[in-house]
């Protein structure tokens, strides 16, 4: 668990405070997104967690320890780091980046060649083809995912990651998210994440925490904030399409299902709601059938979206 209480930052010489009272639990093994407009103090919160930045005030505590009272080199062995540089030692191999933190941790020598082949497998890359290769050796996609491997070696309960996906082109960028997102389920990592793109706080945060003048505006879970921002800044920068992207994080099973039949193809296994609300817009029906039987209609997916049912006819 991280638990940050009445945080602040106040950087030497500054008028105000870059983060100001921020508090914010993230429950073990549940990921938080950060968001907030450029120079809301998301890295400086997320910085401060793993103590590249000293806070001005405040507490931070990991899994019940004194993050602030801990030895800060000790603490960053127990926190993965992602971030969008990456940051890989260019002249070491994947296998020697990769191995930084186990070899910190003075494991044996085995032990860590072990870990550098399952960490690399876990993030979807074959070691025989990648552990001897040098970072410019690598594509932007596959450096991002070492960066992922590297952070897990160590195997650290958190996780703290600054617009990991941030260098990826928008294709790499959807796979990659899908790829860290189960993967980090799996392993039920305490998960601290910085982003802009508010489609992958809500993809990748199980909660989203909305940063504004370095004050937490709000902090809920993802579909709670999508669905009631908590004032207009909120909604603005959440944006129209917020009542799209809530859809995109429930399954079908969401809305109750009709017994009656309807025409056409069925919806697709593992479709979300905003996969159906595009098929009935697209065949322009007013229900769509349900892979298992039974149908879901438009009239019921608008009520759960929260928008006032279409005037009959
Ligand atoms: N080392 C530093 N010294 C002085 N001021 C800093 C330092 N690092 C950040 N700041 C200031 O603190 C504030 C918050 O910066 P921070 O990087 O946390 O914002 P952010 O929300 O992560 O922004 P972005 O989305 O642009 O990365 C900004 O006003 C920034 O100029």
Known sequence: M?????????????????????????????????????????????????????PSSGAIRIGGEDALRMDAVTLR??????????????????????????????????????????????VGLDPARFATRRPHQLSGGERQRIGVARALAGDPPVLLMDEPFGAVDPVQRGKLQEEVLRLLRQLRKTVLLVTHDVAEAVRLGDAVALLRDGRLVQHAPAAEVLARPADGFAAEFLGADRVLLRLSLFPLEAVPARPEPAPGPPLPEGATLRDALAALL???????????????ALADLL???????????
């Not at 992602?82 to 930084?100: C, K, M, R, Y």
């Not at 697209?282 to 879901?296: H, Q, V």
């Not at 009520?303 to 006819?313: D, E, H, I, S, V």
Request: net charge positive; aromatic share 4%.
């Open 77 to 122: 062995r127990r926190i993965g780091y992602v971030i969008q540089e990456v940051g890989l030692f260019p002249h070491w191999s994947v296998a020697d980046n990769v191995a930084t933190v186990p070899r910190l941790l003075r494991w044996d020598a085995a032990r860590v060649t072990r870990r550098v082949e399952e960490v690399l497998a876990l």
């Open 282 to 296: 697209d065949t322009g029906r007013s229900a769509a059938p349900l892979p298992g039987g039974g149908s879901l």
């Open 2 to 54: 991280i638990a940050i209480e009445d945080l602040s930052k106040r950087w030497p010489g500054a008028d105000r405070a870059a983060v100001e009272g921020v508090s914010l639990t993230v429950p073990e093994g549940t990921s938080c997104a950060l968001i907030g407009p450029s120079g809301s103090g998301k890295t400086t919160v997320l910085r401060m967690v793993n103590r590249l930045v000293e």
């Open 303 to 313: 009520a759960f979206a929260g928008t006032p049912n279409p005037p009959a006819g």
